[in-house]
């Protein structure tokens, strides 16, 4: 259902963009987010944008550096990551949660329904 692109390798300070392509979602009320996750771990939150597009969310170690936004007639939602360090080094997931008659929880991993397959971020110190 989504499909992630734009990981890589990058060196610290640097700026990646990764995209989620999402056509086959075709209802108005999905929300987006991105998680990570590091070999060992859980998946983390990073960003969420509410389904009217209106409210953003963003952990506290990515605020101010990463960017969550969309093309909602392309069905394609975006993460702008800048001033990369190692620390963000992981393999990215875009989500979507469907919020039709359900509350909206952005930053937990359970309530997402759909999921892509990882696009894996490398960040050089």
């Known amino acids: 259902q989504l499909a992630e692109s734009g990981g890589g390798l990058v060196q610290a300070g640097g700026s990646l963009r990764l995209s989620c392509a999402a056509s086959q979602l075709t209802k108005d009320t999905y929300a987006l987010g991105w998680f990570r996750q590091v070999p060992g771990k859980g998946r983390e939150f990073v960003a969420a944008m509410s389904w009217t597009g209106s409210t953003t969310y963003y952990a506290d170690s990515v605020k101010g550096r990463f960017t969550i936004f969309r093309d909602k007639v392309k069905r394609m939602w975006f993460l702008q990551m800048n001033d990369l360090n190692a620390e963000d080094t992981a393999n990215y997931y875009c989500?979507?949660?469907?919020?039709?008659?359900?509350?909206?929880?952005?930053?937990?991993?359970?309530?997402?329904?759909?999921w892509g397959q990882g696009t894996q971020v490398t960040v050089s110190s």
């Open positions: 989500a979507a949660q469907d919020v039709d008659n359900r509350s909206y929880s952005p930053r937990t991993l359970e309530r997402y329904d759909y």
